[in-house]
């Protein structure tokens, strides 16, 4: 089992920038990480993925914009959000699988464990 909370959610305006944080409970290095998020207009989705030797992978409308990485000596995945934009505003979730730890897929399925959630809300 992997606990996963997440933190850094807020309100911004466009244009504006905001860093995500998700703790585990344990070692992030063995693990696939990503960030999804989902908004009262769409289903989940994915934003970002990161496999456990680091390469990411991103979802078009957010690349070049955010950022996924991982801090694994405290077991910490980052989601750094810049250029902001009012279609950003959803719950955003943390995720992780201890399986197939080199896959980049975008499948919500594959990830075994999930966080509760940080709100992010982007004015215009």
């Known amino acids: 089992q992997v606990q996963l909370v997440e933190s850094g959610g807020g309100s911004v305006r466009a244009g504006g920038s905001l860093r995500l944080s998700c703790s585990a409970s344990?070692?992030?290095?063995?693990?696939?990480m990503a960030w999804f998020r989902q908004s009262s207009v769409k289903w989940r989705e994915v934003c970002a993925v990161?496999?456990?030797?680091?390469?990411?992978r991103y979802e078009y409308s957010v690349k070049g914009r955010f950022t996924i990485s991982r801090d694994n000596a405290k077991n910490t995945l980052i989601l750094q959000m810049n250029s902001l934009k009012p279609e950003d505003t959803g719950m955003y979730y943390c995720?992780?699988?201890?399986?197939?730890?080199?896959?980049?897929?975008?499948?919500?399925?594959?990830?075994?464990?999930w966080g509760q959630g940080t709100q992010v809300t982007v004015s215009s």
């Open positions: 995720a992780a699988t201890l399986t197939n730890g080199e896959w980049l897929t975008f499948v919500e399925s594959h990830f075994d464990y």
């Open positions: 344990k070692y992030t290095d063995n693990c696939r």
């Open positions: 990161i496999n456990r030797s680091g390469t990411t």
